[in-house]
């Protein structure tokens, strides 16, 4: 089955620090690749997405590159803000296998201080 | 304004009585899905729907039921409620056809079950 791992937290670090949160992937077909962010006391919303090979996604100075070879998808950001403290969830699904199922990573926690 | 809303937001109850979460989309999407978010775990899917009238089981539906009488709306019940089902409660529409299809997630329903 399709399965996330992504890097344990909570994250920590100080504003305009780099970020980076590894997520690697086990699927059997040809997912879709995203990462959804969820701020305090609100639901998910789509952060980025790739969905082929070599795609590169980027959304609000986020980028992730969907890296087949590796089974890779690692969450970067170059000067990170307070407003980005959020938890980053980094999932897939196999669309194109008819699934609309979305397979989670167990998410995330970065904090950002000042 | 495209969103998913769910009711209620908050709700704490007592074993054994039974209880709704409405969820419901004003983006006429195919699509609909239950996710529950425990720590830890990220976010499993319970239960999800093709269209009216079709549903079918996620990863962890022991303990749900789902209804889809209407495209908008597809409420989640639980007959039964224990206090292993004391979790945050996100539903989830898309689109479905032949492309990658963005999924909006609602703000999310927190039960604790006494």
């Known amino acids: 089955g399709n399965s996330v791992t992504q890097m344990e937290g909570p994250v920590t670090l100080s504003e305009e620090a780099f970020l980076t949160i590894n997520c690697t992937y086990t699927?059997?077909?040809?997912?879709?690749l995203f990462w959804y962010v969820q701020y305090p006391g609100e639901g998910l919303q789509l952060l980025l997405k790739a969905t082929k090979a070599d795609d590169k996604g980027s959304n609000k100075g986020f980028e992730a590159t969907y890296r087949k070879e590796t089974t890779s998808f690692h969450l970067e950001k170059g000067s990170v803000q307070v407003s980005d403290s959020a938890v980053y969830f980094c999932?897939?699904?196999?669309?194109?296998?008819?699934?609309?199922?979305?397979?989670f990573g167990k998410g995330t926690k970065l904090s950002v201080i000042p | 304004e495209a969103q998913v809303t769910q009711n209620p937001r908050y709700l704490i109850t007592v074993t054994g009585k039974k209880l709704t979460v409405t969820c419901s989309q004003n983006m006429n999407h195919e699509y609909m899905s239950w996710y529950r978010q425990d720590p830890g775990l990220g976010l499993r899917q319970i239960y999800y729907?093709?269209?009216?009238?079709?549903?079918d089981k996620g990863d962890v539906p022991e303990g749900y039921k789902v209804s889809r009488k209407e495209k908008r709306n597809f409420p989640l019940i639980l007959e039964s409620p224990s206090p292993n089902q004391t979790s945050l409660y996100f539903c989830?529409?898309?689109?479905?056809?032949?492309?990658?299809?963005?999924?909006?997630f609602g703000p999310g329903t927190r039960l604790t079950v006494t």
């Open positions: 699927a059997t077909g040809y997912p879709s």
């Open positions: 989830a529409s898309s689109e479905i056809g032949g492309g990658y299809y963005e999924q909006y």
């Open positions: 729907s093709m269209n009216v009238e079709v549903t």
């Open positions: 999932a897939l699904s196999d669309q194109g296998a008819g699934s609309y199922q979305l397979t």
